[in-house]
């Protein structure tokens, strides 16, 4: 089998990635195209980084364990399947699940860090950066963790806001920006970006 083309996929929190994600895999057949994702490699909330006022600070690449993830990907890129547990956000009522992942012609690999983090950077073929107005994101982010993660009040969500998200999106987000191969603009729709990305990537299988 021929060495995987690796698409990294980043963006600020909210941009829109996951719709996004989920329409670029839509695109190919699953024998095509995989999704690796960093959501499954945060560490175990007891061993989290906790601020001043009791926060678990998950938008730190601290949070995560991105050399698992950098090595993992690494073995896709060999040839050689792995297993992971899903992470589910703080959600009680999911029962994780235990992916396999295997190599594909396409592999998308994404998340906040994967411009940031060097060894898994290395590995990207093509890089790809969601964009969003901050007003914007904001928005979707109330609505994504108050209703989708149970993270509670707006209160608490705009204090992770301002004290977590925003400040790691300007330290490790958006200085990469200038790296990417394509920059998706997705502040009303993302079709046209999406459509130009599905057809370069058709030409790699």
């Not at 297993?83 to 906040?112: M, S």
């Not at 993270?151 to 301002?162: A, T």
Request: charged share 30%; proline share 5%.
């Amino acid at each position: 089998m021929q060495k995987p083309y690796f698409v990294g996929i980043t963006g600020g929190s909210a941009s829109g990635k996951t719709l996004f994600l989920n329409r670029l895999l839509e695109s190919f057949s699953t024998d095509e195209i995989c999704l690796i994702s960093q959501d499954n490699y945060y560490h175990p909330r007891e061993i989290q980084q906790v601020d001043p006022n009791g926060y678990i600070n998950f938008d730190v690449p601290e949070s995560l364990n991105l050399a698992q993830y950098a090595h993992d990907l690494k073995e896709i890129s060999e040839g050689r399947s792995f297993e992971k547990q899903e992470y589910t956000f703080n959600n009680p009522d999911i029962k994780p699940q235990i992916f396999t992942f295997k190599p594909k012609k396409i592999v998308v690999v994404e998340g906040l860090f994967v411009f940031y983090y060097k060894e898994i950077a290395e590995l990207l073929d093509l890089k790809v950066f969601v964009d969003a107005k901050q007003k914007l994101r904001l928005k979707r982010r109330i609505h994504r963790d108050a209703v989708e993660r149970g993270y509670g009040e707006e209160e608490e969500v705009l204090y992770r806001w301002d004290n977590h998200v925003e400040p790691s999106f300007q330290q490790y987000v958006k200085p990469y920006r200038k790296f990417a191969d394509i920059v998706i603009p997705n502040n009303t729709h993302f079709e046209k970006g999406l459509d130009v990305l599905v057809a370069f990537l058709r030409t790699k299988l």
